[in-house]
């Protein structure tokens, strides 16, 4: 391989030679699955940033190459992704691994392989293995994210909450998590359901709700059954408030349902604003005016992995790692698109990255620190956002 | 490029140690056994309990996690006894899903959907991955030597003739004297044993099970293998995992290369091609790639003397 | 607590009412064919994507998609039938119905080609429910409830009444002496493969004409499908029905005494319970 990059590179104009060797990165997204329905705009918005940069120039006057690989929304078959991004495309990062027990399997060879991982799983346990820095994430860890809905909850004046949960890594974490924040408010967690996601039909769950009589239902799961656990809300003529994460809670949720049965419902999001220009930049590059949490984060964290890589020079998944906390978060110039900030760190100057999804400023594990959160709610069939804080 | 190989062959490995179980069970006995991937989390999570949370060594935990599969195997075994093929793969199938419904709750024992990281592996860590890749797939491969010598013993010895005939036909069996039930629940169990040791080493190998891991997909991968490389043939049972995780992994690279594609559609893509790799094996070979040969019978001499002209 | 006890078997009878019709569809190819046609999954959602495409891209009212979804799935069934998987029956009942697996794998995929992963609804109003006594019944579930019942009613009178129905039922009693007696048994396996599918497809459709549909659909409601058909007796038509109105209401009645997560799981508790009382499953094997 070796022999036959030299060849190609001598018998190359010598303006291609000093361009070096492309950069290879991986994305690793669920594309069939239970994931499926995130999975491939999340991929879409990772091929865009690095479109984007090749049509710059690439970094540092070298091209990057994306190799893309399916999870399956399965560990086994995660694990077999991952082998190959690793030692045949050599990436030195793989980027948007959705569902707990997918980025929990891949991230042990990453580390081992000294390959820089990024992630939009919340599960808290994640950020807690012993990655040696080689993981980042931009979904914040369930106890901010719930600490935020569950404060937000208490401003909305919700006193007797109520969770309907799929069973998740997250669902019984988020649970407690409320019942503390909404107790220390005043507020009480009235109780919660964990059901199984795969069924059709939540009637009887949604009667054990129902006789709790609650005046906000926390919809903690993914978007299939989410969908028909709002349906079945509204046939059963509830009428109090609903409350879900953005993830779930989506555009397509808003297409597939009628007007009358999501209005009304909040959604919590991690976001700097919708006017962000970064935001907006995403939206149309991805054509679509709401964008899900998940491609916001993707497109983040594809951009952070090429700054991290023009910063240090290098593109090997240890100067990844080194220098990612380097061009997201300190006193640098302000940049929220990665071609400007290739085009300021050729230019030898300091920049803090801050993305479509939020600040993206890491902890020394990998979580994503104290971020500002998107508050928003469903009016006849539309995200309105009620402030962003 | 060496090092993904080799870690797919260590899959393959892995994934022939269950077919080599489904084929005691189905290939020798003749019973259905849609459970697999059940008995396969099962080896893997009393091992990986055993080690990880007990500190026992991992040899210790894998035969634990073969011997507990086992006995999984036989009380399913024992309970299913007396239904007949169909009712049976059903009646598997849900055992497996019981198993990941479970281990997705019950949260104190099994960390729930969130899984068991960090399992200990054999000199994980004192190597680079490269060294551990390596060791691990000798490893794999000695077992799974280890396991086919042992089975090919047993398919020849008289026991094999038994579990043939009953799979050919129980009620010949049972006038011939033999006590079908007690062979059926012992090759039940000795299947599940062959697959809880995969589960184990599977564990080991990865270091982080989590019940997402267990789906149905994997059992149809493996009853697929077996059926590709041919049942009733333990080297076929092989083969045959060879050849589906070289469907699944040669699927990547072919699919890359069709222009045009959104990346869902290269994925859906992909898993039409294993479908149909398997679809059109299955029909141009039906008995799989090595299909059972019975083991010769060594009849005296004298009265079939054309016999011996032939050897 | 009556009322609740009430509410949980009219939700299970509900649910199970819309699933008979897949369940049908699975235990009557097995009745002539004499093997489990796994590919029902890819069916169902075939079905469902056909039954969309009728209400959603051309407008239909949901009806007549409905009948739509069954003929796309039926023919799409029995064009399966005829290249993939009778070409393996000779090989022996095993060898189809792991063929069969193999052609969901494919089938699910082509869904996924041309239609991605996204969520999709009907376009229906989504009614509130109804409510008398302290219980509530839902509008869009009895018309999906009427819906399956008059599809169940068809295919009886088909069966019983005519002659290509009674020659099904020949060849699921005894193939034997249907072929003595003249039945083509190709082309009742082809019918049956028609209407088992479109049964199927149908069935899809009514699942989510509730819900949403993705290229999951079929996937997720299959294993309750079998056990249904399982536990009515397989091969049996009315055992079918009988089986999944069980499953349906056991499911929902052990919300009572069990954790909501632990669902599924009782629908093989039941299979095992039934099948330990009569191995042939509640109705035995009489395919009518």
């Given at each position: 391989m070796g022999t036959a990059a030299a060849v190609t590179a001598l018998a190359a104009p010598s303006i291609v030679r000093a361009q070096g060797e492309p950069i290879r990165l991986g994305a690793l997204n669920p594309l069939t699955g239970a994931g499926g329905s995130y999975g491939p705009t999340m991929r879409k918005a990772i091929e865009g940033v690095v479109d984007r940069v090749n049509a710059a120039g690439g970094i540092n006057g070298r091209k990057v190459e994306l190799a893309g690989e399916d999870t399956q929304t399965n560990p086994d078959a995660a694990v077999r992704a991952a082998r190959k991004l690793i030692d045949v495309d050599k990436v030195s990062a793989i980027m948007g691994t959705w569902a707990s027990a997918c980025t929990t399997a891949v991230a042990p060879l990453c580390w081992e392989s000294k390959v820089f991982l990024t992630t939009v799983s919340g599960s808290d346990t994640i950020t807690k293995l012993p990655h040696q820095g080689y993981l980042v994430r931009t979904q914040p860890n369930t106890h901010l994210q719930i600490g935020r809905l569950g404060e937000f909850l208490l401003e909305l004046g919700s006193k007797k909450v109520f969770v309907l949960a799929a069973?998740?890594?997250?669902a019984l974490p988020s649970q407690e998590r409320l019942g503390e924040v909404l107790k220390a408010g005043g507020s009480e967690l009235i109780g919660g359901v964990i059901y199984d996601k795969d069924k059709t039909t939540f009637r009887s769950e949604i009667d054990q709700a129902l006789k709790a009589n609650p005046d906000m239902i926390y919809l903690n799961g993914y978007t299939p059954d989410v969908t028909i656990v709002m349906r079945e809300l509204y046939k059963a003529g509830y009428e109090g408030g609903k409350i879900g994460q953005a993830y779930a809670v989506n555009k397509k949720l808003l297409e597939s349902l009628p007007a009358d049965v999501t209005e009304g419902c909040y959604t919590v999001a991690p976001s700097p604003s919708v006017n962000s220009a970064a935001y907006k930049r995403l939206a149309e590059f991805l054509g679509k005016p709401d964008l899900d949490p998940y491609s916001c984060q993707c497109n983040d964290q594809a951009s952070l992995v090429c700054l991290a890589i023009a910063k240090a020079g290098d593109a090997s998944g240890t100067a990844i790692k080194d220098a990612v906390r380097k061009i997201s978060q300190g006193p640098g110039e302000k940049v929220d698109d990665v071609v400007d900030g290739l085009k300021l760190l050729a230019a030898g100057k300091d920049i803090n990255y801050e993305g479509a999804s939020g600040a993206c400023d890491f902890d020394d594990i990998g979580d994503i620190l104290t971020t500002n959160f998107r508050y928003e709610q469903v009016q006849k069939g539309a995200f309105k956002t009620l402030k962003v804080g | 490029m060496e090092n993904y190989i080799v870690a797919m062959l260590v899959f393959a490995g892995l994934y022939g140690l269950m077919a080599l179980g489904l084929n005691v069970v189905w290939g020798m006995a003749g019973m259905i056994n849609l459970g697999l991937v059940g008995f396969f989390a099962f080896g893997a999570y009393v091992s990986a309990l055993l080690t990880k949370v007990l500190g026992l060594p991992i040899w210790f935990g894998v035969v634990a996690g073969a011997a507990g599969a086992a006995a999984a195997g036989m009380v399913v075994a024992m309970v299913t006894a007396k239904l007949r093929g169909d009712y049976l793969a059903i009646v598997t199938l849900g055992f497996s899903e019981v198993i990941r419904i479970t281990a997705s709750n019950e949260i104190w024992l099994t960390n729930g959907t969130d899984g068991i990281s960090g399992i200990p592996g054999p000199l994980r860590g004192q190597v680079t991955p490269e060294a551990f890749n390596l060791i691990f797939l000798a490893l794999v491969a000695v077992v799974v030597a280890i396991v086919v010598f042992l089975l090919q013993r047993v398919r020849h010895a008289p026991y094999g003739r038994v579990l043939r005939a009953i799979r050919d036909d129980d009620q010949v069996a049972a006038v011939a004297g033999k006590t079908v039930i007690r062979f059926k629940v012992e090759a039940f169990a000795l299947g599940c044993a062959v697959i809880g040791l995969s589960g184990a080493l599977y564990g080991h190998y990865t270091s982080y099970i989590a019940p997402d891991g267990f789906v149905p997909l994997i059992t149809i991968y493996i009853v697929l293998a077996l059926t590709a490389g041919g049942t009733g043939n333990n080297y076929g049972a092989v083969v045959g995992s060879v050849l589906v995780v070289f469907f699944m992994e040669s699927t990547r690279f072919l699919t890359e290369v069709v222009p045009g594609l959104q990346a869902v559609q290269v994925a859906a893509l992909r898993e039409m091609l294993i479908g149909g790799a398997l679809i059109v094996i299955m029909r141009l070979r039906p008995g799989g790639l090595l299909p059972e040969r019975l083991p010769r019978i060594d009849l005296p001499e004298s009265n079939l003397p054309q016999e011996k002209k032939a050897t | 607590m009556l009322t609740e006890v009430v509410q949980l078997v009219l939700n299970g009878l509900m649910a199970g009412t819309i699933l008979a019709v897949p369940a049908i569809g699975f235990t009557a190819i097995y009745a002539v064919l004499r093997f489990p046609n796994f590919s029902v999954a890819s069916q169902v959602t075939i079905g469902a994507f056909a039954g969309y495409v009728a209400n959603v891209t051309f407008g239909l009212p949901a009806p007549v998609a409905v009948a739509f979804a069954f003929l796309v799935a039926g023919f799409s069934g029995l064009v399966c039938d005829e290249f993939v998987l009778r070409p393996m029956r000779p090989a022996g009942p095993l060898a189809a119905a792991i063929a069969a697996v193999a052609l969901t794998i494919v089938l699910e995929n082509v869904v996924r080609f041309w239609f991605g992963n996204d969520l999709r609804g009907y376009d229906l109003p989504v009614l509130r429910d109804w409510r008398f006594a302290g219980l509530r019944v839902s509008p869009q579930q009895l018309e999906n409830g009427v819906i399956a019942i008059i599809a169940m009613a068809c295919l009886f009178g088909f069966l019983a009444f005519s002659r290509m129905g009674k020659a099904m039922r020949a060849v699921a009693d005894n193939p034997m002496l249907a072929s003595i007696k003249g039945i083509d048994s190709v082309a009742v396996g082809r019918l049956v493969s028609f209407v088992g599918m479109g049964l199927a497809g149908l069935g899809g459709m009514l699942l989510g004409l509730d819900t949403s549909i993705d290229p999951l659909t079929g996937f997720r409601a299959i294993l309750t499908v079998f056990a249904a058909a399982v536990v009515g007796g397989l091969g049996s038509i009315p055992g079918a029905v009988v089986g999944a109105l069980t499953i349906g209401v056991a499911e929902e009645l052990s919300l009572l005494v069990l954790d909501p997560a632990y669902r599924s799981a009782v629908g093989f508790v039941a299979i095992l319970l039934v099948l330990t009382l009569r191995p042939r499953g509640i109705l035995g094997e009489r395919a009518f």
């Open positions: 069973q998740t890594p997250f | - | -």
